[in-house]
């Protein structure tokens, strides 16, 4: 049975440690564990690896925790809005791996379904092949990527039962299923926690056997990139 805790804090004070390998969902600024990352800015935990489509921007998301130099290694797709990751990337201090997104994906997906390994052709005669299995199918080549896992997962949901079944608003959903499904404890942040039976079973996009942990949060959520059209 899911437990519900009051906030953050609570819900991850006894998981934090240096060295996890934390996934985190969201996408740009869109859908990301606003609460849970700042808990663990105020950790200090150290030694991270983040397995994430990007790190957040300077100063919000994933990106404060680059302020402390919390994480170690990235797993991303794209990095691109962060100069304080390019920094870091330039001074080797910290570690990426870049992963095609869809690549990404899938890893995590295989990662959650117990699937140790896929070929793929994305990514053959890139740097991404570089070093990675290579095998013809049918003609064509294809490198074999493994499959993610991590320690802990924290994502964010629009709205959960008190039995951990949570629905996620349209794009907000982003990686966030997935990730649910291939970390040993899942931690889920939502805007409204309602009874059971409240939620329309065919509307739930990820069932509360995936979830370990159930607060209900408090968010900002930052545009990434505000644009906007001129008046004539």
């Known amino acids: 049975m899911v437990k519900i805790f009051n906030n953050a804090h609570e819900a991850l004070s006894d998981i934090l440690c240096d060295g996890l390998t934390i996934m985190a ?7 990301i564990p606003e609460n849970s990352i700042k808990e ?5 935990k150290k ?8 790190c957040g921007i300077d100063g ?4 404060i925790l680059l302020e402390k130099r919390q994480i170690k290694k990235m797993l991303s797709s794209y990095v691109g809005e962060n100069k304080l990751f390019e920094q870091q990337y330039l001074n080797k201090e910290i570690e990426i791996e870049f992963n095609p997104q869809g690549t990404l994906a899938e890893r995590i997906r295989a990662g959650g379904a117990g699937i ?6 994305t990514g053959v005669g890139t740097i991404v092949a570089e070093g990675k299995e290579h095998k013809v199918f049918n003609g064509e080549t294809y490198i074999l990527e493994t499959g993610l896992l991590a320690d802990l997962a924290i994502i964010k949901a629009q709205k959960a039962d008190k039995a951990g079944n949570i629905i996620f608003n349209k794009t907000a959903r982003n990686f966030s299923p997935i990730m649910a499904t291939a ?3 899942t931690v889920v ?3 409204e926690i309602v009874e059971i039976g409240e939620l329309d079973p065919d509307h739930i996009h990820t069932p509360g056997i995936f979830v370990h942990r159930l607060f209900k949060g408090n968010f900002e959520k930052r545009i990434e990139r505000v644009t906007n059209r001129e008046k004539k």
Not at 47 to 54: G, K, M, P, R, Y
Request: overall charge negative; aromatic content about 14%.
């Open 189 to 191: 942040e939502v805007e």
């Open 116 to 121: 140790a390994g896929f070929y793929t052709k």
């Open 183 to 185: 970390a040993k404890v």
């Open 60 to 63: 919000f998301g994933l990106g």
């Open 40 to 44: 663990i800015y105020n950790s200090d």
């Open 25 to 31: 969902g969201g996408f740009g600024l869109c859908g």
């Open 47 to 54: 030694d991270l690896t983040v397995i994430s489509n990007n």
